[in-house]
Protein backbone atom coordinates (compact mmCIF):
# COMPACT_ATOMS: atom_id res chain seq x y z
CA UNK A 1 0.00 0.00 0.00
CA UNK A 2 1.13 3.65 -0.70
CA UNK A 3 2.22 5.73 2.13
CA UNK A 4 2.46 9.33 2.11
CA UNK A 5 4.75 11.45 4.35
CA UNK A 6 4.44 15.16 4.58
CA UNK A 7 6.75 17.75 6.18
CA UNK A 8 7.63 21.39 5.69
CA UNK A 9 5.39 22.47 7.67
CA UNK A 10 5.88 25.68 10.77
CA UNK A 11 4.97 28.78 12.34
CA UNK A 12 5.54 31.68 9.96
CA UNK A 13 4.70 35.73 9.84
CA UNK A 14 2.20 36.33 7.37
CA UNK A 15 3.75 37.13 3.99
CA UNK A 16 6.21 34.44 4.70
CA UNK A 17 7.01 31.34 2.60
CA UNK A 18 7.32 27.22 3.42
CA UNK A 19 7.65 24.73 0.74
CA UNK A 20 5.80 22.13 1.77
CA UNK A 21 7.24 17.80 0.39
CA UNK A 22 5.29 14.96 0.21
CA UNK A 23 6.91 11.35 -0.34
CA UNK A 24 5.32 8.57 -1.43
CA UNK A 25 6.18 5.08 -1.52
CA UNK A 26 5.22 3.17 -4.37
CA UNK A 27 6.26 2.58 -8.60
CA UNK A 28 3.44 3.67 -9.63
CA UNK A 29 3.25 7.49 -8.42
CA UNK A 30 4.32 8.90 -11.60
CA UNK A 31 0.83 7.97 -13.02
CA UNK A 32 -1.75 9.73 -10.47
CA UNK A 33 -3.38 12.93 -10.69
CA UNK A 34 -1.88 14.56 -7.10
CA UNK A 35 -3.30 17.27 -5.15
CA UNK A 36 -2.23 18.93 -1.56
CA UNK A 37 -5.55 19.41 0.15
CA UNK A 38 -5.75 21.17 3.51
CA UNK A 39 -8.10 20.95 6.93
CA UNK A 40 -8.77 24.02 9.15
CA UNK A 41 -9.94 23.65 13.07
CA UNK A 42 -13.23 23.28 12.95
CA UNK A 43 -13.83 23.30 8.98
CA UNK A 44 -14.07 20.16 6.46
CA UNK A 45 -10.82 19.14 4.49
CA UNK A 46 -10.73 21.54 0.99
CA UNK A 47 -8.86 20.76 -1.89
CA UNK A 48 -5.67 23.40 -2.41
CA UNK A 49 -4.15 22.14 -5.74
CA UNK A 50 -3.43 19.25 -8.02
CA UNK A 51 -0.92 18.66 -10.29
CA UNK A 52 -1.44 15.78 -13.36
CA UNK A 53 1.88 13.14 -14.14
CA UNK A 54 2.48 15.48 -17.06
CA UNK A 55 2.30 19.05 -15.04
CA UNK A 56 -0.56 20.70 -15.66
CA UNK A 57 -1.67 22.35 -12.41
CA UNK A 58 -4.45 23.58 -11.34
CA UNK A 59 -5.64 25.87 -7.83
CA UNK A 60 -8.20 26.89 -5.62
CA UNK A 61 -9.44 30.40 -5.90
CA UNK A 62 -7.98 31.00 -2.46
CA UNK A 63 -4.72 30.43 -3.33
CA UNK A 64 -4.07 31.28 -6.73
CA UNK A 65 -1.39 33.37 -7.58
CA UNK A 66 0.52 32.33 -4.06
CA UNK A 67 1.05 29.02 -4.46
CA UNK A 68 2.96 26.86 -6.68
CA UNK A 69 2.56 22.96 -6.94
CA UNK A 70 5.22 20.31 -8.59
CA UNK A 71 6.35 17.38 -8.53
CA UNK A 72 9.63 15.16 -9.34
CA UNK A 73 8.41 11.82 -10.48
CA UNK A 74 11.76 9.99 -10.15
CA UNK A 75 11.52 11.17 -6.41
CA UNK A 76 8.00 10.41 -6.00
CA UNK A 77 7.36 14.05 -4.24
CA UNK A 78 5.00 15.98 -5.00
CA UNK A 79 6.06 19.71 -3.34
CA UNK A 80 3.58 23.27 -2.61
CA UNK A 81 5.57 26.41 -2.64
CA UNK A 82 3.22 28.71 -0.44
CA UNK A 83 3.92 32.00 -0.76
CA UNK A 84 2.33 35.55 0.76
CA UNK A 85 0.99 33.34 3.51
CA UNK A 86 -2.28 34.50 4.96
CA UNK A 87 -3.59 33.82 8.87
CA UNK A 88 -6.43 32.26 6.41
CA UNK A 89 -3.98 29.38 5.36
CA UNK A 90 -3.37 28.25 8.42
CA UNK A 91 -4.14 24.32 8.57
CA UNK A 92 -2.64 20.55 8.68
CA UNK A 93 -1.36 20.14 5.32
CA UNK A 94 -1.84 16.46 3.33
CA UNK A 95 -1.48 15.50 0.16
CA UNK A 96 -3.19 12.48 -1.43
CA UNK A 97 -4.64 11.38 -5.11
CA UNK A 98 -6.90 13.60 -7.12
CA UNK A 99 -10.32 13.51 -7.81
CA UNK A 100 -10.74 10.22 -5.53
CA UNK A 101 -8.58 10.08 -2.79
CA UNK A 102 -7.80 6.52 -2.36
CA UNK A 103 -4.87 6.59 -0.89
CA UNK A 104 -3.95 6.27 3.12
CA UNK A 105 -4.00 9.56 4.18
CA UNK A 106 -0.38 10.40 5.89
CA UNK A 107 -0.08 12.61 8.99
CA UNK A 108 -0.21 15.58 7.29
CA UNK A 109 1.84 18.63 8.23
CA UNK A 110 0.84 21.72 10.42
CA UNK A 111 1.41 25.50 8.57
CA UNK A 112 0.54 28.08 11.24
CA UNK A 113 0.67 31.67 9.93
CA UNK A 114 0.41 33.97 12.33
CA UNK A 115 2.37 37.13 14.30
Known amino acids: QVQLVESGGGLVQPGGSLRLSCAAS????????MGWYRQAPGKQRELVAT???????NYADSVKGRFNISRDNAKNTVYLQMNSLKPDDTAVYYC?????????WGQGTQVTVSS
Open 51 to 57: ITSGGST
Open 26 to 33: GSIFSIYV
Open 96 to 104: NRFPRATMA
